[in-house]
């Protein structure tokens, strides 16, 4: 047997999951999304990777199924392709959500730290803080120091999904991946900072942090991540009824534990 005919046969016992981990491998070469994006659509003829993760995944599945009955054959194949997709959905979603997360705790920082230096340069050295001052200054630092929970709970939940589905192995691009691990490491100097500040002035102390909150709202993502990118599987596998009815349960849940953050921060700017 020829090495191509040798390779060829390996890829064909691959499993859904090592499947999506070969692809993860080659987009991950590219450093970033777009750049990955721009070799799919300057390649002749363009080929969407999703197209070319189903076909193999039926072949695989045919494969390993050839000589049996054939509704336990069309069974595995309609198998192997949920579980394809469905990763192929939560490596995107994984992706997406954690740029538009870094946009956002972007924007953020620079809200909280501009309010933190005008806070500190119109305090005058001649006058004790007043109350609107400790409190304004209270509320800087705990929204810094939800804003560094949000981020550690968004990586706790991304590990999470990493082991269940995709062997551990990383989901996000390393140009996303390195800039998830800066903005991280500013909210916190800027949390410490806040908190600091806040010492010093006699704020009173925060609230004491709950052990099992970062771990709670992780669980929270865990969801948010892993039931849309099932419902878009199903949906792309012509499965409306069982994607309508994964995506009303997650959003039935996401409203339960809805977590009012807008409306604290809007309390925080409005004063």
Same mark, same amino acid.
């Given at each position: 047997?020829?090495?191509?005919?040798?390779?060829?046969?390996?890829?064909?016992?691959?499993? /859904?999951?090592?499947?999506? !981990?070969?692809?993860?491998? +080659? *987009? $991950? *070469?590219?450093?970033?999304v777009a750049p990955y994006v721009a070799s799919l659509?300057?390649?002749?003829?363009?080929? *969407? /990777? @999703?197209? &070319?993760?189903?076909?193999?995944?039926?072949?695989?599945?045919?494969?390993?199924?050839?000589?049996?009955?054939?509704?336990?054959?069309?069974?595995?194949?309609?198998?192997?392709?949920? #579980?394809?997709?469905?990763?192929?959905?939560?490596?995107?979603?994984?992706?997406?959500?954690? $740029? +538009?997360?870094?946009?956002?705790?972007?924007? @953020? +920082?620079?809200?909280?730290?501009?309010?933190?230096?005008?806070?500190?340069?119109?305090?005058?050295?001649?006058?004790?803080?007043?109350?609107?001052?400790?409190?304004?200054?209270?509320?800087?630092?705990?929204?810094?120091?939800?804003?560094?929970?949000?981020?550690?709970?968004?990586?706790?939940?991304?590990?999470?999904?990493?082991?269940?589905?995709?062997?551990?192995?990383?989901?996000?691009? /390393?140009?996303?991946?390195?800039?998830?691990?800066?903005?991280?490491?500013?909210?916190? #100097?800027?949390?410490?900072?806040?908190?600091?500040?806040?010492? !010093?002035?006699?704020?009173?102390?925060?609230?004491?942090?709950?052990?099992?909150?970062?771990?709670?709202?992780?669980?929270?993502?865990?969801?948010?991540?892993?039931g849309p990118a099932k419902a878009e599987a199903l949906?792309?596998?012509?499965?409306?009824? &069982?994607? !309508?009815?994964?995506?009303?349960?997650?959003?039935?849940?996401?409203?339960?534990?809805?977590?009012?953050?807008?409306? !604290? @921060? $809007? #309390?925080?700017? +409005?004063?």
């Amino acid at each position: 047997m020829t090495l191509s005919r040798r390779v060829a046969k390996l890829e064909q016992s691959l499993s /859904p999951t090592q499947l999506v !981990l070969r692809w993860l491998a +080659e *987009a $991950h *070469a590219f450093g970033d999304v777009a750049p990955y994006v721009a070799s799919l659509l300057a390649a002749d003829p363009p080929v *969407a /990777p @999703l197209d &070319r993760l189903a076909r193999e995944a039926i072949r695989g599945a045919r494969t390993a199924n050839r000589g049996k009955r054939s509704e336990l054959g069309d069974a595995a194949v309609r198998s192997a392709l949920r #579980e394809t997709v469905f990763r192929f959905e939560l490596v995107m979603r994984i992706n997406v959500t954690t $740029h +538009e997360l870094l946009d956002r705790e972007f924007l @953020l +920082e620079a809200v909280f730290a501009s309010q933190l230096a005008m806070l500190l340069s119109n305090q005058s050295k001649e006058r004790l803080p007043d109350e609107s001052y400790l409190n304004r200054l209270g509320q800087c630092r705990d929204l810094t120091l939800q804003r560094v929970d949000e981020l550690l709970a968004n990586q706790e939940a991304r590990s999470t999904v990493e082991a269940r589905y995709l062997d551990g192995h990383p989901a996000l691009f /390393p140009d996303v991946a390195t800039a998830f691990d800066k903005q991280l490491r500013v909210s916190q #100097e800027l949390a410490v900072m806040a908190t600091r500040c806040s010492e !010093l002035d006699s704020v009173p102390p925060a609230e004491p942090d709950d052990p099992e909150a970062v771990n709670l709202r992780a669980s929270q993502l865990v969801a948010d991540l892993v039931g849309p990118a099932k419902a878009e599987a199903l949906d792309k596998l012509g499965e409306g009824v &069982r994607a !309508l009815g994964i995506a009303t349960d997650w959003l039935q849940a996401k409203f339960r534990n809805n977590v009012s953050f807008g409306s !604290l @921060l $809007h #309390e925080a700017v +409005e004063n």
